[in-house]
């Protein structure tokens, strides 16, 4: 009898393994403002098609979020992901501290305009963050995309708490290069769109690995590649040159910059990045600045081999079939 339990067993007991080896084995949570700029759709498609990833949650920050979350309820049913859970964040004026009505709309948020098969749970951003990040000691990865509302949020409720996280990468700041490429930094829009919260979370003082402007600013989406994507005409891919056209029509904007994309990237293809350690801090204007005489209390990317990391991602957007063949589809 106990030889043929062991018999039916056993074969069972060498597959689980092997399968377990191949699951996506990197939490994370990825906290954005989708329906802003256009590189959140991006990277949240980069995010979506990436089987590294076990996405644990998808947290909306800044400005509207109950409409940035309705996008991405409607993103992950397309791709039949709706068991990934969606949580909103706090909604803020467009810059915080300066503006005094919520917003602003978008253009994007017509693309899921009165859809409500999935919902996002009851659970705020950040008391979700905190769940997870309590549930899951040392595992997640914590991605920030956005503002940071919700991380200053977390931080409010339990100072220790971004100290759970594996790390921590965010697109934020501008620290050797501005917008366009400019040799002299800007204020990064995710810190001057909400300082009081930008300067709470760097200076809780857990290593956050920063995508700024300096490997970000000059990563495009040009046109040769929009239009693969467009011809590729599969559920991510209309969903993601939908939200482009409507970005478009809205900003004139032809051309994306991938922003977002490449702060997913750095956790994806580390060998496509140099960073240098760096204390960084934040000033009350939105800059952030590099503290040479301080130990350091980060990462700061400082180059990109962008065309290999734009044929990665292409590959990644082209070469899936995310919500395609379904029953009934
Ligand atoms: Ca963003």
Redesign the pocket.
């Known amino acids: 009898m106990k030889l043929k339990w062991l018999a039916l067993f056993l074969p069972l007991a060498l597959i689980l393994p092997a399968t377990l080896a191949t699951a996506a084995s990197q939490k994370i949570i990825f906290d954005?403002?989708?329906g802003?700029?256009i590189?959140?759709a991006f990277?949240l498609g980069l995010v979506l098609t990436s089987p590294e990833f076990e996405v644990l949650g998808i947290t909306l920050d800044h400005g509207l979020t109950e409409k940035r979350g309705q996008l991405a309820c409607r993103i992950l049913d397309v791709l039949g992901k709706e068991n990934i859970p969606v949580a909103i964040g706090r909604q803020t004026p467009n810059v915080v501290g300066k503006d005094k009505e919520l917003g602003p709309a978008s253009a994007q948020f017509r693309w899921a305009e009165g859809f409500s098969r999935v919902k996002p749970i009851a659970t705020p951003a950040a008391d979700f963050i905190l769940q997870t990040l309590h549930k899951y000691p040392g595992e997640v990865i914590l991605f920030t995309?956005?503002p940071v509302p919700n991380i200053a949020d977390v931080l409010k409720k339990d100072p220790g708490a971004l100290k759970l996280a594996k790390k921590i990468y965010s697109?934020f700041g501008s620290f050797y290069l501005g917008y366009g490429s400019n040799p002299v930094p800007s204020a990064e829009w995710?810190v001057v769109a909400d300082v009081a919260s930008a300067k709470v979370f760097v200076e809780a003082g857990d290593p956050i690995t920063y995508a700024g402007l300096d490997i970000t600013t000059f990563v495009t989406l040009e046109e040769k590649q929009r239009l693969k994507l467009t011809q590729r005409n599969s559920p991510l891919t209309d969903a993601l040159m939908g939200l482009y056209t409507l970005w478009n029509s809205e900003t004139g904007n032809e051309t994306p910059v991938l922003?977002?994309v490449v702060a997913v990237s750095m956790v994806l293809w580390p060998d496509l990045f140099q960073t240098k350690p760096s204390h960084v801090r934040v000033t009350d204007g939105g800059f952030t600045v590099i503290d040479e005489s301080k130990p350091a209390n980060g990462e700061v990317g400082v180059s990109v081999n962008k065309d290999e990391l734009l044929r990665r991602v292409m590959k990644r957007y082209i070469q899936q079939n995310l919500g395609e063949n379904r029953p009934g589809s």
């Open positions: 954005c403002d989708l802003g700029d590189d959140d990277a995309v956005g697109m995710n922003f977002d």
